[in-house]
């Protein structure tokens, strides 16, 4: 049976043990309704490092606000619903209703002169198509306003509360610092539950910044997450990085025709004012430049884009006569949202029942923690899962792996970290074979793999660790080869 299925099995037993338990109920059908919701991805970093940009970009409208509101002093959650509804949660409490309030590049609650801390979290209901498939939950930012807004975005990602918030984080950083990195790293309390490398991967975000703007500006950003992909620490802490540059990615979504066309009307300037229209954020505004274009619509598209955003688009446009539709989606591959949203798609939203099943776990080892039963059947069951979950076995082999305690040739370690950085995913993924998708190949190189990684599991003089691994590698295979 595969983990999800274990795990509510588990919450059953949990069921009838706490039969006539209000608290540990009411907790109970919180963390079954969750199991059935959107998987849950958090957007954490520092202030100001493009977080709540990242997050319209992702999706598609103007959601988190940038300036000072009620949505960027709390955590907040962007999640589907049939209808635009808001609702405030303090600690311990109901959800209470309150006024959603939609502004020209945000949406916001209306002040309930609330103290920082005393909301858990804001909950904004928003029918989209995008937050069907994960709900996004915004942070203010760790390192951030005020000591006290750090540590509630901290008690949130790290599920003090008795489910726990994010089954997935998104963890964005302009470079990566020293306070991140502890942060990332308590995030991965090597505890079920908790972010993974497997379930948390990073972006460096405002890409566009790290070039100064330049037109190869992503470049010297997809070096950077490159260097950070290979980096030993960074891979333990995150499954991958992405360069994004966020401005530039939620501008493409909102591109009209009266932008494309004052981009276009940009293009036909004679070499020199073209130049210097696009020379720095003054100019662009500046009237005395380029005077037969609008000032307000130059403004604009500053504010959407950004200056890098304004010269990729005219380039764009000038070199592949491109319409606005075509501008819209060559500014959202160059930004990098893309490839970023493939990645979410492929780590995340995929293996989301693996994910969503490892939240649970953790929430229910909280439950038995604060209410210890009186009898051992829940404790013991799970304690079973977990020890018996081959998905929890590879989750660890992944950060064996990745942190370095496991000794095996180039080769082999190519072979599991194809393996492990694909659970959750179909058998074929997780192959790496180039054999397609013939059935009769794949369980022929799956029972030549079984062989040789049973006979590294056996061999006398393999330290414990890397027997244990490669006996998880075996395993794994014997899985993927009784589904073939
Ligand atoms: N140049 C540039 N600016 C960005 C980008 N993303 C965000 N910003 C700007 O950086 C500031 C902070 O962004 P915000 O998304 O609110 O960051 P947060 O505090 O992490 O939520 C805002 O002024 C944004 O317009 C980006 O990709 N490029
Ligand atoms: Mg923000």
Redesign the pocket.
């Known amino acids: 049976m595969s983990l999800f299925g274990q795990v509510l099995q588990l919450l059953e037993i949990a069921e009838r043990t706490y039969v006539g338990h209000p608290e540990a109920t009411a907790t109970l059908e919180r963390i079954r309704v969750r199991m059935v919701e959107p998987l849950r991805v958090a957007i954490a970093?520092?202030?100001?490092?493009?977080?709540?940009?990242?997050l319209n970009a992702l999706v598609g409208e103007p959601l988190?606000a940038?300036d000072v509101g009620e949505c960027?002093r709390f955590v907040t959650w962007y999640q589907a619903g049939g209808s635009y509804r808001a609702f405030v949660q303090r600690h311990g409490r109901e959800a209470e209703q309150v006024r959603l309030i939609r502004r020209t590049h945000c949406v916001d609650v209306e002040p309930g002169g609330w103290a920082d801390g005393e909301l858990e979290r804001i909950v904004v209901e928003w029918p989209s198509r995008r937050l069907r498939q994960m709900t996004l939950i915004?942070t203010p930012?760790l390192g951030s306003l005020s000591a006290q807004l750090g540590r509630s975005t901290e008690a949130q990602l790290l599920g003090e509360q008795d489910t726990s918030p994010a089954d997935a984080v998104v963890y964005?950083v302009r470079h990566l610092h020293g306070s991140d990195v502890r942060f990332l790293e308590a995030l991965h309390d090597d505890d079920v539950g908790r972010p993974f490398p497997v379930n948390s991967l990073i972006v460096v975000?405002?890409?566009?910044?790290i070039g100064a703007g330049r037109l190869d500006a992503m470049d010297a950003a997809a070096r950077v997450a490159e260097r950070y992909r290979r980096d030993p620490q960074v891979r333990q802490l995150g499954s991958t990085a992405v360069a994004?540059?966020?401005?530039?990615?939620f501008g493409s979504t909102q591109l009209t025709e009266e932008h494309h066309r004052t981009i276009l009307d940009q293009t036909r300037l004679d070499p020199d004012a073209a130049q210097m229209l696009l020379r720095s954020v003054d100019d662009v505004v500046d009237p005395a430049i380029a005077p037969g274009i609008d000032v307000a619509r130059r403004r604009e598209l500053l504010n959407l884009l950004?200056l890098?955003g304004m010269r990729l688009a005219e380039r764009l446009v000038a070199e592949g006569h491109l319409s606005a539709a075509e501008l819209a989606t060559a500014l959202r591959v160059h930004s990098g949202l893309d490839e970023l949203q493939r990645v979410i798609g492929e780590q995340f939203v995929a293996r989301a029942e693996v994910l969503k099943a490892r939240s649970a776990m953790g929430s229910l080892k909280r439950l038995v923690g604060r209410f210890p039963p009186s009898s051992d059947t829940l404790v013991a069951g799970i304690e079973r899962v977990e020890a018996g979950a081959h998905e929890f076995a590879e989750l660890r082999l992944l950060l064996a792996v990745r942190g370095g305690g496991v000794r095996l040739d180039p080769t082999e370690e190519h072979e599991v970290e194809q393996l492990v950085s694909t659970i959750g995913l179909p058998a074929i993924e997780r192959l790496g074979l180039d054999c397609g998708a013939d059935p009769d190949l794949t369980r022929h190189e799956l029972v030549t793999r079984i062989g040789r990684w049973r006979r590294r599991a056996e061999t006398p003089l393999a330290d414990p660790a890397t027997a244990a691994a490669a006996s998880v590698v075996a395993r794994s295979y014997e899985g993927l080869l009784a589904e073939s």
């Open positions: 970093g520092r202030v100001k490092s493009g977080k709540s940009t990242l988190a940038s960027t915004d930012g964005v975000g405002r890409a566009d910044e994004v540059a966020g401005l530039v990615a950004g890098f």
